[in-house]
């Protein structure tokens, strides 16, 4: 079993936001932006519910970056990558020769993220034994790496996510009743693309602004184009628009 010796993914605040300015948006998309602000003034767990690709981790890095933890890591975690045996050394971290392969100390997630935020995506996929520790340590604000006896601050402010319904996962055991009470104090909803007007229009048209500006080109949608842009439902949602107008752009000509 090998120890993990490398830090989790983690982004420095971006000097933009998709969320900056939300008056050429759906009325769906303006009034999530508005939630965005009120939940970045407080350090309140924040549960985002949508569909696969619509948008989720957008949503959590616009509310750190509007936060006062902007400054410090943002740190996304996969809850369904985690491995159930080294769960407790993922999170919080092990000491040198706490478990076979732990051949020096290494910090957790939390500590990855201190005073910054801990994203944690697809949450219902959390391992449930796991659930009973991470709640632990939301509760007392404390915890101790695997293998040790010092106490250490857990200064984060926790987002998580799911594309499930979390009523729905805890009826049927994926997700722990008093857990997902201490998750979801604030939860906002990331409407599916295929909801929310000519926003694929406008995004297809900030993607390709992006594309232009870093291969210094000036290409252009065909009318065709635009029109199967409009009258296309997006099943995976912005993720998908974003890999469709990436690969046009490589296409044409």
């Known amino acids: 079993m090998a120890s993990r010796n490398t830090a989790p993914r983690t982004t420095a605040p971006s000097p933009t936001s998709v969320f900056a300015d939300t008056s050429g948006m759906s009325p769906q998309m303006r009034k999530l932006g508005n939630q965005i602000a009120l939940a970045a003034a407080t350090d309140a767990s924040v549960f985002i519910i949508g569909e696969s690709g619509a948008g989720k981790e957008i949503v959590a890095r616009a509310i750190h970056e509007a936060s006062d933890r902007r400054d410090q890591p943002f740190v996304a975690v996969n809850c369904g990558a985690i491995s159930g045996s080294l769960a407790h050394a993922e999170l919080f971290g092990h000491e040198k020769g706490s478990f076979t392969g732990a051949v020096s100390q290494n910090a957790g997630y939390f500590e990855y993220a ?20 991470f709640l632990r340590v939301l509760e007392v604000g404390t915890y101790q790496r695997v293998g ?3 106490l250490l601050r857990a200064n ?30 604030i939860p906002l909803r990331v409407p599916p693309l295929r909801e929310r007007g000519d926003d694929a229009l406008l995004l297809a048209h900030q993607f390709l602004d992006t594309l232009n500006a870093q291969h210094g080109t000036q290409k252009t949608f065909s009318p065709a184009m635009l029109e199967a842009i409009k009258a296309h439902d997006w099943p995976g949602n912005v993720r998908e628009l974003r890999n469709v107008v990436q690969r046009a752009y490589i296409m044409a000509d």
């Open 148 to 150: 040790g006896t010092d």
């Open 156 to 185: 984060v402010r926790v987002i998580c996510a799911s594309n499930r319904d979390p009523a729905a996962s805890v009826a049927d055991g994926r997700l722990r009743q008093d857990f997902l009470q201490r998750l979801l104090v």
């Open 114 to 133: 201190s005073g910054g935020t801990l994203f944690l995506d697809e949450v219902t996929e959390m391992p449930p034994d796991m659930q009973v520790h």
